[in-house]
């Protein structure tokens, strides 16, 4: 299960990483989405979350730790927040370059 586990976060991150060095928006938009479940995935994951068990420590031996599970549902909010803020951002860029290249220009060509 571990194991399954590190592949599925390498491979969020991986592509995260890999679509946020292209040179489109959308793509780069993608590509900081998926860094982010990876990282939300990795902290979650690292809570090791236990079945049946209260999540108050000192109410039984076995607590389960609440923490990494607020800090996931608070950086699920803020990166939703995000990404609609960089949807529109690459809206607009698009609407008046014309374009959606990263750095504002076309493809290469110069003008």
């Known amino acids: ?21 292209r040179a489109r928006t959308f793509p780069v938009i993608l590509g ?36 990494p599970q607020a800090l996931v549902l608070t950086a699920i909010v803020i990166g939703f927040a995000m990404t609609a803020f960089l949807v529109v951002l690459a809206l607009r860029g698009q609407g008046e370059m014309k374009s959606d290249h990263v750095d504002g220009g076309s493809d290469g060509e110069d003008g």
Do not use: H, K, W
């Open 32 to 67: 900081i989405t998926l860094l982010s479940y990876g990282v939300n995935l990795f902290v979650f994951v690292s809570g090791r979350l236990s079945l049946n068990q209260v999540p108050v420590v000192g109410m039984s031996e076995n607590a389960s730790d609440p923490l």
């Open 1 to 21: 299960m571990e194991v399954m586990l590190a592949l599925i976060i390498a491979t969020l991150v991986g592509c995260g990483v890999y679509l946020t060095l």
